[in-house]
């Protein structure tokens, strides 16, 4: 139980003995079952056993749900509570993904409620039976999973009552609307080096041509107000994307002693697995859609409550824009970043700037342009710092751009010589701005803002819409208290331009 929070595995524990069946031993086996098809379990509870009735819920949760703000989904993080209860919720996930798109197979993964057992239990002897109809159970790729990875089996009870999967099928069946074979995962283990394993087998399958649906409750149990707060700690660590940041919240938001939370992450070895696929994958965005909890149902209980997130994995548009007279190659950008490297490198540790020689560049690196060096650490912002236009040849201005973010952003101490091992950098080359009269004109991830009054200004870059997952009116807001000093509504009265960026990092070049 390494690096675990205890009271995570408490309350999975303390579930295995009030739901198992008694006299129950979990078994697992590698063979290739007799078919069965998988009897419904969570339907009469759960959801509508009725065809009719339940095809008429799931209208109505769509109806109500968050509309589409994403594209090229590759996988949803989704409630498994009963719909009364977070069916909104769920249906706002789904609710981002295209229904025309054909996806080869759909991997639901869910965290086991009843049976305690090593690694992760996939459903290989027949399909699954919901009112809607069968859904196929690509029997040929999960008796490969099992083959050839120790960390797979087929377990019998993990699946026999398990509703973490089974009520995530019929909104699959509602709102897809091309036909896809299931890849069913009830994960049992409590390590997170099992669920490291998991995600090595899985990952070549989170390719864009299949769908990850991470079936996961939040909070459990804490007041209205207190799962509002733990939720969202939770939810932000997830969206950073890097697998122990998860770990280490749900360890200190069990130490807060939060009255009756008997865990913060239901599903916390699913959401994990997924981390441990994604992490360090720049080319993935993570988006947070809509939350609930039990609270705001229509039974309004806000004593003790279930909280609910529906956030979005989607592929980055790697297009870099066509900027106006430019097109950078990936000559350009290798070029620049090695500007950036050379220059962070040396001026460090030997507080030199290295001279450069500009003999074989193209024209674009030699045309005046703004840009903007972004330096992280672990992931983590370590500095920024650019200029919007520049008299100097854009090669010049990365790397005085280069020197001003590792040693002049007031928001972080100057960079030392022993972290520039651990440094990436991200350059931003940035178009002429254009001052917009509406908001309606900005489109997220596309374009930056810059908000001026007065002497006062700030600006965000385009991909900060995208790393954060803001609203349009979070990513004005922020900007104009954060970065001018305007206050939350500032921008309201404020001059506001839009610019767009040419972005390229390391990470992308490797």
């Known amino acids: ?36 098809d998988r009897p419904m379990s969570a339907a009469g509870s759960f959801y509508p056993s009725d065809p009719a009735e339940l095809r008429a819920l799931l209208g109505n949760l769509f109806s109500k749900a968050k509309p589409a703000s994403t594209k090229d989904v590759i996988a949803i993080i989704c409630p498994h509570a009963g719909y009364e209860f977070s069916g909104i919720v769920a249906a706002s996930s789904y609710n981002q993904i295209d ?166 992450l239901c599903g916390w070895t699913s959401v994990l697995t997924l981390l441990y696929m994604t992490e360090g994958d720049s080319g993935i965005a993570m988006t947070p859609v809509y939350y609930q909890n039990s609270g705001d149902s229509k039974y309004q209980d806000k004593g003790q409550v279930v909280g609910y997130w529906s956030i979005v994995l989607s592929k980055k548009d790697k297009t870099i824009p066509a900027l106006p007279g430019f097109h950078l190659s990936n000559k350009d950008k290798k070029e620049l970043l090695k500007i950036a490297r050379t220059t962070l490198e040396q001026y460090i540790r030997y507080n030199k700037t290295p001279e450069i020689n500009a003999s074989g560049f193209s024209e674009i690196l030699k045309t005046p342009s703004g840009a903007f060096v972004t330096l992280k650490e672990d992931g983590i912002l370590r500095g920024c710092i650019g200029r919007f236009t520049a008299e100097e040849p854009l090669y010049q201005v990365v790397q005085q751009m280069a020197i001003a973010s590792s040693t002049q952003d007031n928001r972080f101490p100057p960079v030392e010589a022993k972290e520039t091992g651990k440094i990436s950098i991200e350059i931003s080359v940035l178009s002429p701005m254009k001052k917009i009269n509406s908001i309606d004109e900005i489109v997220m991830g596309k374009h930056g803002i810059y908000i001026k009054k007065g002497t006062l200004s700030g600006t965000f870059l385009p991909q900060v819409a995208t790393e954060t997952g803001w609203s349009k009116e979070d990513f004005l807001g922020h900007c104009s208290r954060d970065k001018a000093g305007l206050g939350w509504n500032g921008w309201k009265d404020a001059e506001i331009y839009i610019y767009e960026a040419a972005v390229f990092s390391e990470e992308d070049s490797n």
């Open 99 to 264: 229904p025309g798109k054909q996806y080869d197979n759909v991997f639901i993964i869910g965290s086991s409620h009843h049976v305690a057992f090593m690694g992760a239990s996939i459903y290989n002897a027949g399909d699954y039976q919901t009112p809607l109809g069968k859904i196929k159970v690509n029997l040929d790729l999960a008796n490969k999973l099992i083959k050839e990875n120790s960390v797979f089996s087929y377990n019998p009870a993990a699946d026999r009552n398990e509703h973490s999967i089974e009520v995530q099928v019929p909104f699959l069946q509602y709102y897809l609307k091309k036909s896809f074979t299931l890849v069913p995962i009830v994960l049992g283990t409590q390590s997170a080096e099992s669920c490291r394993k998991i995600a090595k087998a899985l990952k070549p399958y989170l390719n864009g041509n299949n769908l990850f649906v991470i079936s996961t409750d939040f909070s459990h149990y804490p007041p209205y107000n207190d799962a509002l707060s733990v939720d969202k700690k939770t939810c932000d660590a997830i969206l950073i994307n890097q697998p122990d940041r998860l770990l280490s919240t749900l360890k200190e938001n069990e130490e807060k002693n939060v009255t009756n939370l008997a865990t913060s």
């Open 1 to 36: 139980m390494k690096n675990i929070p205890k009271i995570q595995s408490w309350f999975w524990l303390v579930l295995i003995f009030l739901l198992a069946e008694p006299g129950c031993r979990s078994q697992e086996s590698k063979t290739i079952p007799v078919p069965v």
